[in-house]
């Protein structure tokens, strides 16, 4: 499995997101790093398809795309339980995570 975690600077949700990455890494004992892939520009937006900071691709697959999110440098929000939320939380990425390794 590939982890990517797509970020720009300005946008401060990537290191929650990155948080809860490595602490499931950790709890489901994953052998996996995390790659970071900085987008700086807008033109590297485009080329990524790049959704909003954070994003992140299990596999090179976005699970939580949205096809009418516009591509571009801002920073995503996600629906979570609680509403909505900069980054997906703990259990939404233990849920993707744990359905691809189990190739389901």
């Given at each position: 499995m590939e982890i990517t975690l797509?970020?720009?600077?300005?946008?401060?949700?990537?290191?929650?997101?990155?948080?809860?990455?490595?602490d499931l890494i950790d709890r489901l004992?994953?052998?996996?790093?995390?790659?970071?892939?900085l987008v700086e520009t807008?033109?590297?937006?485009v080329e990524y398809g790049f959704r909003g900071s954070p994003t992140v691709l299990i596999d090179g697959v976005d699970p939580f795309a949205n096809a009418d999110a516009p591509i571009g440098l801002s920073c995503?929000?996600?629906?979570?339980?609680?509403?909505?939320?900069?980054?997906?939380?703990f259990d939404q990425l233990e849920q993707v995570?744990?359905?691809?390794?189990?190739?389901?």
């Open positions: 797509q970020h720009f600077e300005a946008c401060p949700s990537w290191e929650t997101a990155d948080q809860h990455l490595q004992d994953l052998d996996v790093e995390v790659q970071y892939q807008p033109e590297a937006a995503r929000v996600y629906q979570t339980e609680s509403g909505f939320a900069g980054s997906p939380t995570i744990v359905t691809v390794s189990q190739g389901v």
